[in-house]
């Protein structure tokens, strides 16, 4: 069964940091792109970062790009996001999703608050 | 401001035809495939088509997609009481170089 376990989330203050990871399973991590998405609380489904199979390439939504960054280990089949200089407005479930999006997570939620 | 528009709402009766219409440009439906996602209340979404028009095996054939120039279109042929939810399509897009969502549109079977 492929599966995608994120884990990290929790309450951060604004301008903190944390690390969410994701733990794949079921398939050939290192041939697959990864991604990064959010869901705000009530809002819709916002993409965030996309690393390719050997990380080759990188991409980011403007929204986080120079704060966050995406990584993954191949050797322990997980993928990565580093959120530095957290806002109030990056409060949201955050999930990863193999390729395009299927399948997804079952999310992680973060918390920026004072 | 999603890049993707969809409307917020859509309805239907059981057994009713029901679309979901997802407008885009040239550099992102216009130019790449759509991909349209259901999710429901509390849950992770759900690939529900893939490439325009493909569905996972999974996926009941009552859900079907379709596409035109710079539009994708989700179809329910007799929907369900058991698909409420919200639909989200996306699409890679060129300009951006990355995925861009619609806004959602929210189900409801009266």
């Known amino acids: 069964e492929v599966k995608l376990v994120e884990s990290g989330g929790g309450l951060v203050k604004p301008g903190g940091s944390l690390r969410l990871s994701c733990a794949a399973s079921?398939?050939?991590?290192?041939?697959?792109?990864m991604n990064w998405a959010r869901q705000a609380p009530g809002k819709g489904l916002e993409w965030i970062s996309l690393?390719?199979?050997?990380?080759?390439?990188?991409y980011y939504a403007d929204s986080v790009k120079g704060r966050f960054t995406i990584y993954r280990d191949n050797a322990k089949n997980s993928l990565y996001l580093q959120m530095n200089s957290l806002r109030v407005e990056d409060t949201a479930v955050y999930y990863c999703?193999?390729?395009?999006?299927?399948?997804w997570g079952q999310g992680t939620l973060v918390t920026v608050s004072s | 401001q999603s890049v993707l528009t969809q409307p917020p709402s859509a309805s239907g009766t059981p057994g009713q035809r029901v679309t979901i219409s997802c407008s885009g440009g040239?550099?992102?439906?216009?130019?790449?495939?759509a991909n349209w996602y259901q999710q429901f209340p509390g849950e992770a979404p759900k690939l529900l088509i893939y490439?325009?028009?493909q569905r996972p095996s999974e996926v009941p054939d009552r859900f079907s997609g379709s596409k035109s120039g710079t539009s994708a279109s989700l179809a329910i042929n007799g929907v369900q009481s058991e698909d409420e939810a919200d639909y989200y399509c996306?699409?890679?897009?060129?300009?951006?170089?990355?995925?861009?969502f619609g806004g959602g549109t929210k189900l409801t079977v009266l």
């Open positions: 690393i390719t199979s050997s990380s080759s390439y990188i």
């Open positions: 999703a193999r390729d395009y999006f299927d399948p």
């Open positions: 040239s550099s992102n439906i216009g130019s790449n495939t």
């Open positions: 996306a699409a890679w897009d060129d300009r951006l170089n990355g995925w861009v």
């Open positions: 490439r325009n028009i």
């Open positions: 079921g398939f050939t991590f290192n041939t697959y792109t």
